[in-house]
């Protein structure tokens, strides 16, 4: 993960709290400036609380971790609240595919918020 950090020239770094223990041993050594961390049942409201203290406390999937983010709902909320400003594409530009396995693109398909955010975020 610290390479692909680095090699990125990213900014803003959006993962799931399953990474966050990961990324916190390595945050010291990348240009990251901003986190937003996703739990599993973060947009599940009473359901997604259950089941994340579930993943948390008795199944131990998710390591304890303790550094600044920003939760990926609140971030949502301070995307709402900009506006869209369409940007001005032309055959100069350059478009970036990202080449992954298919479960790997069927689960993004499932988490198109994570789109809607990274969209607002990066390209504005």
Request: with cysteine; net charge positive; proline share 5%.
């Amino acid at each position: 993960m610290e390479a692909q950090l680095k090699d990125s020239g990213a900014s803003v770094f959006v993962m799931m709290e399953n990474f966050a223990s990961i990324y916190e041993r390595i945050q010291s050594q990348t240009s990251i400036q901003q986190v937003i961390v996703s739990s599993p049942g973060e947009l599940m409201g009473f359901k997604g609380s259950l089941i994340n203290w579930v993943a948390r406390r008795m199944k131990k999937v998710i390591p304890p971790w303790d550094f600044p983010h920003i939760k990926f709902k609140d971030a949502l909320q301070i995307g709402v609240r900009k506006a869209f400003k369409q940007p001005q594409i032309g055959l100069d530009d350059i478009a970036y595919l990202c080449n992954m396995p298919a479960a790997q693109r069927e689960f993004l398909k499932a988490q198109s918020c994570y789109n809607i955010i990274s969209y607002r975020m990066f390209c504005k």
